[in-house]
Structure formats: structure tokens, C-alpha cells
């Protein structure tokens, strides 16, 4: 079973800090870690302030203050890795040769597709993408407890 959960996006801005975000706030299974990272962070920045902005209209505060880095040492032999992108994914297992456990958040749940970056746009787009992560977790709440029973 896996111990912690790694949200891997571009630059820890968006994607990963609202998903590490919604998930934290959707279960309360101490025995699995939640964690984002960023796979290009050349130095630590706040998170979008759009990204923190939506979170704050559905009553959540964000989990991340500054981006970060995905390193060696945040993968455990039991971490499975969430990409949001098929390339981030490839990426990932390219970078830190990992060979299991690692999914695109929509392939871990069945689905074809990415989840859209909202990088630069409007409020908008950040509650869209906000929306799509939350029925992504979901899902992969329910996945988890199913294969946990």
C-alpha cells in the first residue's frame, strides 16, 4: 500500500499546490502523506495567487506557501507519484529513473487526457481547473480505499 502521495506538476504553482490542497482536505487517512512538487523550480515562489484566490472560494487554505522542487529523497519505495501530464510523467521517470508507481493523475483513474494548466489565465480557468482536480481526487480516494480493503 502507499505510504504518501506526490502531486507532480510543472512548477509547484498551481496544479500541485490546489491538488495537494483538495486532497488533504477530502480524506482523513493519517497513514498516507500528501505532497506536491515541482519538476523545473529554479527558486522558490509563492503559489499563483489565482491558484490560492479559488481555494480560498471554496473555504480552503492552500497547503503550500512556496514552491518546491521534487528530489530523490521525496520518493519513497511506497510514494505513488501523480503527474498531471503524460510528459510530466515521462519526465519524471526519465529524471529520478522511477519505474513503479507512477501514473498521470488521469491514467491512475481510467481516463485518457491531461488535466488543463490554467497557467495564465483567467480566475475562470483556475476554478475550472480546480473542478477537475476535485473529481480527479475523488476518485482517487475511492480508488485507494478499494484497494486498501
Do not use: W
Not at 484566490?53 to 473555504?59: I, M, P
Not at 503524460?86 to 522511477?98: A, F, G, N
Not at 490554467?118 to 484497494?147: A, F, H, S
Amino acid at each position: 500500500m502507499y505510504d504518501r502521495i506526490i502531486f507532480v506538476c510543472e512548477g509547484n504553482h498551481s496544479k500541485g499546490p490546489i491538488a495537494e490542497t483538495i486532497y488533504k482536505s477530502l480524506t482523513e487517512n493519517e497513514n498516507i502523506q500528501a505532497i506536491s512538487r515541482g519538476l523545473v523550480v529554479l527558486f522558490s515562489e509563492p503559489v499563483n495567487e489565482k491558484a490560492v484566490s479559488v481555494l480560498e472560494n471554496h473555504g480552503l487554505t492552500c497547503a503550500v506557501e512556496f514552491s518546491k522542487e521534487l528530489t530523490k529523497e521525496d520518493i519513497t519505495e511506497n510514494a505513488l507519484i501523480l503527474t498531471m501530464t503524460d510528459k510530466q510523467k515521462k519526465q519524471t521517470i526519465d529524471k529520478y529513473e522511477i519505474e513503479n508507481n507512477i501514473f498521470s493523475i488521469k491514467e491512475f483513474n481510467g481516463e485518457e487526457g491531461e488535466v488543463k494548466d490554467p497557467y495564465g489565465g483567467t480566475l475562470v480557468d483556475y476554478e475550472e481547473c480546480y473542478n477537475e482536480l476535485l473529481r480527479l481526487i475523488k476518485k482517487t480516494i475511492y480508488k485507494l480505499d478499494e484497494m486498501g480493503k
